[in-house]
Nanobody, 119 residues
Framework: QVQLVQSGGGMAQPGGSLRLSCVVS??????????MSWARQAPGKGLEWVSA????????YYADSVKGRFTISRDNAKNTLYLQMDSLKPEDTALYYC??????????RGQGTQVTVSS
């Protein structure tokens, strides 16, 4: 069993920034062996894969909707995944999830954290 515990998020004004964190743990689990992803779901919409990163921190993927504004990173020594969100827009408002795996090939995900962008 793998646990993903998210933190961060909250409210921001348009143009502002927020950072999400996701700490991953599990019995005999090696974080540095797995790609990780971030997804979001806005009210009434489907799941959108926002960003993903390889196990070694290479090959970051970004959805066109966030490219140039969001930055994914990971600290394998701390078993932690991050999403730095800058230049936030109201349309970024959603419930954000971290997930173990590459985008829709995930097998576990976090509890979700709300991000609300509003003036």
């Amino acid at each position: 069993q793998v646990q993903l515990v998210q933190s961060g998020g909250g409210m921001a004004q348009p143009g502002g920034s927020l950072r999400l964190s996701c700490v991953v743990s599990g019995y005999r689990f090696t974080f540095s062996n797995y790609a990780m992803s971030w997804a979001r779901q806005a009210p009434g919409k489907g799941l959108e894969w926002v960003s993903a990163i390889y196990a070694d921190g290479s090959h970051p993927y970004y959805a066109d909707s966030v490219k140039g504004r969001f930055t994914i990173s990971r600290d394998n020594a701390k078993n932690t995944l991050y999403l730095q969100m800058d230049s936030l827009k109201p349309e970024d408002t959603a419930l954000y999830y971290c997930a173990k795996g590459w985008r829709d090939e995930y097998d576990y995900r976090g509890q979700g954290t709300q991000v609300t962008v509003s003036s």
